[in-house]
């Protein structure tokens, strides 16, 4: 009797998972037969200044794809936080932006968005993300069990302007790519195995130079934030491969042809000024 339950709980079970889907398999494919709306065009250009330089044969894709990010993510505002669907949109779009041009798992274990209304107090020791360690304040982090965490305000002035080369949501999401393997160790899932080898020579000697510049006090397109470790050296120069593709590519050829090759896309070609 206990093995014919056991058995029948196992076989509702394994339906249930095929039944949701092939449920989300058919949602996903009708969002990409519908065009986004004028609605959603309008605040992703109001809210991040990258849109504007994504060439228009990415843009139905990118949105589609920040649709099912809104859709299939709990969302939470904290800290007193009234989070609006401008907001939700804001963060989804530039997270789909790391999704472009390739087949994607949504960022799979990611279940959860809170965002606060600026930076925060940190709780969690099995996070990484942006922090100013003598004050334990941070500006959004990546767990490793299905949470990201924004400060809004960072987020939107970050994202409206390029200038600063900086993007929490990019770094968070980074992280999440990085996570997907279940290790945060600056090396993310990649297309074939032969890649591995040469992606741990590049980003590791790219490593090992930011963090002797990070000694010396000497200034370079990816963020000193990136020698931390090999986790945030990948989040910051993913940063830098979308926000300062051009000078990356200048300063770093190698590595930008490995997050290029990764990433699927070519920033540095889209003409944006930096």
């Known amino acids: 009797m206990i093995i014919f339950l056991l058995s029948a709980i196992i076989i509702f079970g394994l339906l249930y998972l095929v039944s949701l889907r092939v449920f989300r398999k058919h949602r996903r494919s009708k969002i990409f037969k519908t065009p986004a709306t004028p609605e959603l065009k309008k605040i992703a250009a109001e809210e991040i200044a990258l849109f504007s330089y994504i060439p228009k044969c990415f843009r139905e894709e990118l949105l589609a794809k920040a649709r099912i990010i809104m859709l299939e993510k709990n969302w939470e505002g904290c800290g007193g936080l009234a989070l609006t669907n401008r907001m939700k949109i804001s963060v989804s779009v530039q997270a789909a932006i790391l999704l472009l041009n390739r087949k994607t798992r949504y960022f799979p274990v990611v279940d959860s968005i809170l965002i606060y209304p600026s930076a925060y107090r940190g709780k969690s020791q099995s996070s990484i993300g942006y922090n100013i360690p003598e004050e334990q304040i941070r500006l959004g982090e ?4 299905g949470t990201v965490v924004l400060a809004w305000d960072a987020a939107s002035l970050q994202a409206r302007d ?3 080369g900086q993007n929490v ?3 968070e999401f980074a992280h999440q790519l990085d996570q997907e393997d279940g290790r945060g ?7 074939k195995w032969s890649s591995y080898r040469h992606w741990a020579q590049i980003l590791g000697r790219e490593y090992a130079m930011l963090r002797e510049k990070t000694m010396h006090h000497e200034k370079d397109v990816i963020d000193a934030y990136g020698a931390t470790n090999p986790a945030e050296f990948f989040a910051v120069a993913t940063e830098a491969f979308f926000d300062k593709s051009q000078r990356m590519k200048k300063n770093h050829p190698e590595l930008y042809e490995e997050f290029k090759e990764y990433y699927r896309i070519d920033p540095a070609s889209w003409y944006y000024t930096e």
């Open 162 to 164: 390029l200038s600063l």
């Open 185 to 191: 160790d600056g090396t993310p899932v990649l297309k």
């Open 169 to 171: 949501v990019l770094h």
């Open 142 to 145: 990546s767990w490793s069990k």
